[in-house]
T-cell receptor
Framework: DVKVTQSSRYLVKRTGEKVFLECVQD?????MFWYRQDPGLGLRLIYF???????EKGDIPEGYSVSREKKERFSLILESASTNQTSMYLC??????????FGPGTRLTVT | DQQVKQNSPSLSVQEGRISILNCDYT??????FLWYKKYPAEGPTFLISISSIKDKNEDGRFTVFLNKSAKHLSLHIVPSQPGDSAVYFCAARMKTSYDKVIFGPGTSLSVIP
């Protein structure tokens, strides 16, 4: 059974903190994605990676960075968390161009 | 401005009937369209897709129709089952940026037993 796992289901952080969201896939997929989901806006692409150490900006990269040191792991970093980054964060992986498998999501609250 | 629109936030259908979920898009550069399904507390799962060279794609109870001239696609579920109750996201991909998939806001489907 294919799996995309995310390190936390719920996270509460303070404004200004550095936040790490981890994602691991066990399908040996080349492509990995980070999205955020907000009511009325659907899923918006933050960053994606098509290979180890490779990354591309999505539609809303501001305030975020990513790291992909190993094929199976893709990390999203909030350099200095702000309240407008309170959201549901979804990681996905794929061996096609579009995201095929999503993780369960991390609901991040920044206070 | 949203490039992929799902104007119905929610839809209720009786079990056994047809569910029709609609999606409109504004960008004529989109060449591939996808539907995802999301249950509460889970990530979305890919459901069905259609290329712009086709006008219909069928997979079991799910059929997607594409009307390029109207920039409109729809997902038909026949017959609807209570397990189909979920949020459905329409998504589109551009020719020039095949990794960048644009999602609509979603439609919440409730299938009533």
């Amino acid at each position: 059974d294919v799996k995309v796992t995310q390190s936390s289901r719920y996270l509460v952080k303070r404004t200004g903190e550095k936040v790490f969201l981890e994602c691991v896939q066990d399908m040996d997929h080349e492509n990995m994605f980070w999205y955020r989901q907000d009511p009325g806006l659907g899923l918006r692409l933050i960053y994606f990676s098509y290979d180890v150490k490779m990354k591309e900006k999505g539609d809303i990269p501001e305030g975020y960075s990513v790291s992909r040191e190993k094929k199976e792991r893709f990390s999203l970093i909030l350099e200095s968390a702000s309240t407008n980054q309170t959201s549901m964060y979804l990681c996905a992986s794929s061996d096609l161009g579009h995201p095929g498998y999503f993780g369960p999501g991390t609901r991040l609250t920044v206070t | 401005d949203q490039q992929v629109k799902q104007n119905s936030p929610s839809l209720s259908v009786q079990e056994g009937r047809i569910s029709i979920l609609n999606c409109d898009y504004t960008n004529s550069m989109f060449d591939y369209f996808l539907w995802y399904k999301k249950y509460p507390a889970e990530g979305p799962t890919f459901l069905i897709s259609i290329s712009s060279i086709k006008d219909k794609n069928e997979d079991g109870r799910f059929t997607v129709f594409l009307n390029k001239s109207a920039k409109h696609l729809s997902l038909h579920i026949v017959p609807s089952q209570p397990g189909d109750s979920a949020v459905y996201f329409c998504a589109a991909r551009m020719k020039t940026s095949y990794d960048k998939v644009i999602f609509g806001p979603g439609t919440s489907l409730s299938v009533i037993p």
